[in-house]
């Protein structure tokens, strides 16, 4: 058939090549499908990741909270979040409390701290539960550099505020203002003997004493007194607004005699010492009296 041995072995040589390139297009072929449906599947995955991360946050889960779950029961992550995670979450708290107490430093956890504890360790209790009294040991120790307080009260503030050192801190300088609005009162004739709260106790008094209204009125008395004086016996804000209705009542503009309550209601309407006096300072169009009433 071949008329030289040369051109035979070219001719199966070119045969050779074509079952190679056959071959080649073959797994080529294969291997696109193969990507293909590894495509699908990830898309799929992902479609079902997405629809499981929108289930849990209508049910108020976090992401992190879902991809743990998941880990639990892929098929159903959310209803597994609804039966187990408190009781994951109380778990931790308490076998941190059990440590602590063994390390004689007894510390309480609220849900909070143990939840973001879990959620960072990625559900691992072991991990969770000893990341979270180091993290509120830390939190401890900034929160007495910020304020002088013994260490129960610091961690009682701490877990109140779920671990938030910033707002701990706020919570303790209210409970010593609580204090010192107790002394103010208990000089100035008010009794602090009751058990009622010193808020509910202020919101009840309807009328302040003409003894107070002297004592805020007298420039002669420091003016750090009478701004205190101010600021728990009307109930301010802050203690630079009790500033400001000091401010006022010591200015000149007062020679037409508003009252302690008008310049309180001004203040705290307006917040700052030109607006207040702006305030003061209108006539009614009816009347045109200088200081309408407030």
């Not at 939840?115 to 120790?141: P, S």
């Not at 004592?215 to 400001?244: F, K, P």
Request: glycine residues 4%; charged residues 40%.
């Amino acid at each position: 058939l071949f008329r030289s041995e040369k051109a035979r072995e070219a001719h199966e040589r070119k045969k050779l090549k074509e079952e190679e390139e056959a071959k080649r297009r073959e797994e080529e072929r294969r291997k696109g499908e193969e990507q293909f449906r590894k495509r699908q599947m990830v898309r799929q995955g992902d479609i079902r990741f997405f629809e499981h991360l929108k289930k849990g946050e209508k049910s108020g889960y976090l992401p992190e909270e879902v991809e743990i779950a998941l880990k639990e029961d892929p098929a159903n992550p959310v209803d597994w979040l609804e039966t187990n995670w408190d009781g994951w979450v109380n778990s931790v708290a308490d076998l941190a409390h059990r440590e602590s107490t063994k390390a004689k430093k007894p510390l309480q956890f609220s849900w909070v701290e143990a939840r973001d504890c879990l959620v960072e360790c990625r559900g691992d209790f072991e991990a969770a539960t000893v990341q979270v009294g180091q993290v509120k040991l830390a939190q401890i120790a900034k929160v007495c550099k910020e304020i002088e307080f013994d260490y129960e009260p610091v961690c009682e503030a701490l877990t109140k505020s779920d671990g938030d050192a910033a707002q701990a801190v706020i919570y303790l300088q209210k409970m010593q203002f609580r204090e010192y609005i107790d002394r103010i009162w208990t000089e100035d004739g008010f009794s602090s003997d009751d058990d009622e709260d010193t808020e509910d106790a202020f919101k009840s008094r309807r009328k302040i004493p003409t003894s107070v209204k002297r004592l805020v009125e007298n420039q002669t008395i420091d003016v750090e007194r009478r701004v205190r004086v101010v600021h728990a016996e009307y109930g301010m804000e802050s203690y630079g607004r009790a500033c400001v209705v000091i401010k006022l009542l010591d200015s000149e503009e007062r020679e037409d005699g508003f009252t302690i309550q008008q310049a309180v209601k001004a203040v705290r309407d307006h917040g700052y010492f030109e607006d207040a006096l702006r305030r003061l300072r209108q006539k009614c169009p009816i009347c045109e009296m200088v200081y309408p009433e407030l």
